[in-house]
């Protein structure tokens, strides 16, 4: 089996946590989040035939990018940010924290995600296009689970194609 | 005489000469002794002025190929020096544990009705006072071991041969606590070497790209954990290497090494 660290960052109250919790392998407490500012999960997915173990950090909110501590960010080969589409001070630093994200890992795959799509209609998602500084890789649901397998599956694939 | 007999004859008189000094030099070459002794001079004096000319010659070009070699392999140098460095920490250990053994001298003076126990049971085991104590406080066995590429926090072997332990993600969590409390406390690049709780103890030793974790369970001795130590870095003298922990990939073949290293040579 192919093993590949995975990032969940983003700030504080976007749904990361949640937004994952029901589809990881297995997980530790909750309490480590708040103790030491991550948690490791795992998540197994196969893909076309090939097992992929993605072992995820998830980062603690941070309001800014650049409060996560720098080795947290090391051996990581994909980062998924995650935004809350209903909240503009989650978003608002998004150039800044990809940018910061970039410079930390050149060659990681990243993939920003707008999570909370369940509380918006179709109108609200067309205006935040237009606001919003960088275009979203997928919009998601904790709640419903919308998308979320898909964007576990889609950066499974990219991890694999960079592993091959 | 026909043609080619005086031809032959002729040849034999105009080459006499060449042909005695051709039949020499063949005697010379057939002959290692008589070779040695015409050229040993001249090799001599060659490897003379070889030796004299070569700084002068060759210093930049050797320099060169030095410090592009050095500058190319800093990483397998690193990992090579690690387990060195190890062991110049493993005489500080050993010089620590002489002083425990002082202090539990120094309760044996004082603890009578302790002494008295031991004593007993000392004369009837046949064991050294001090030892026995030592023994009592130090009853420990190791759970579990895992090799761990360094930042990334992926499991590279385990000890471990029960998949419910999910050895990858305590691998993960221990790495996050460890770029934790190395972030929390940066003392210039310094490495957490051992988290304790309760009655176990986890000893960390690191290296340029990867850690080991050593999980044990019970009391351990200044001795005890600098052998452990010891094992460590002679494990990975013997099985590691950068381009065995570079794909940050699990290997079973190196988990099974590390078992049969660790748990067929109990710890001292």
């Known amino acids: ?164 | 005489m026909n043609e080619d007999e005086l031809f032959e004859a002729l040849k034999a008189t105009l080459l006499k000469e060449d042909r005695e000094a051709l039949q020499r030099l063949q005697d010379i070459l057939d002959q290692p002794e008589k070779l040695s002794q015409k050229m040993s001079p001249v090799l001599e004096e060659r490897l003379a002025t070889f030796k004299q000319a070569f700084p002068k010659e060759y210093k930049g070009i050797i320099e060169k190929i030095i410090s592009e070699k050095l500058a190319n392999s800093k990483e397998e140098l690193l990992e090579a020096i690690y387990p060195i460095m190890g062991k110049l920490i493993k005489k500080y250990t050993a010089l620590q544990f002489q002083l425990l053994q002082e202090r539990i001298d120094q309760k044996l003076k004082f603890g009578i009705w302790h002494r008295i126990k031991t004593g007993f049971r000392s004369f009837f085991f046949g064991v050294k006072e001090d030892e026995m104590i030592l023994n009592e406080l130090m009853s420990s066995t190791i759970d579990n071991i895992f090799i761990i590429q360094k930042h990334s926090g992926l499991l590279i072997a385990s000890t471990n041969n029960n998949p419910a332990h999910q050895d990858d993600l305590l691998a993960g969590m221990m790495t996050a606590i460890k770029s934790f409390a190395e972030d929390a406390f940066d003392k210039n690049g310094a490495e957490l070497e051992v988290i304790t709780y309760d009655n176990y103890q986890l000893l960390l030793e690191s290296y340029y790209s990867y850690y080991f974790v050593v999980a044990v369970n019970g009391n351990i001795s200044s001795h005890q954990s600098a052998v452990i130590h010891e094992k460590m870095n002679n494990f990975s003298a013997k099985y590691l290497s950068r381009d065995k922990v570079k794909s940050g990939q699990f290997s079973q073949a190196l988990s099974i090494n590390l078992k049969s290293y660790f748990f067929t040579n109990p710890i001292a």
Do not use: C
């Open chain 1, 1 to 164: 089996m192919i093993s590949k660290k995975v990032i969940l960052t983003g700030s504080f109250g976007v749904g990361k946590t949640s937004l994952f919790e029901q589809f990881l392998y297995s997980k530790f407490s909750q309490k480590y989040l708040t103790t030491i500012g991550v948690k490791v999960d795992k998540k197994v997915l196969n893909i076309n035939g090939k097992e992929l173990s993605m072992i995820i950090w998830d980062i603690a909110g941070e309001v800014k990018q650049d409060k996560v501590p720098n080795s947290y960010f090391l051996g990581t080969s994909a980062i998924i940010y995650v935004f809350d589409v209903t909240r503009k001070s989650t978003y608002e630093e998004l150039e800044e924290d990809i940018a910061h994200i970039k410079k930390m890992l050149p060659n990681g795959i990243t993939a920003i995600v707008g999570n909370k799509i369940d509380l918006v209609d179709d109108g609200f998602i067309e205006e935040l296009k237009q606001n919003i500084p960088l275009p979203w890789d997928l919009l998601t649901s904790a709640k419903t689970g919308d998308n979320v397998e898909q964007l576990f599956h889609d950066i499974g694939i990219k991890l694999l194609a960079q592993n091959s």
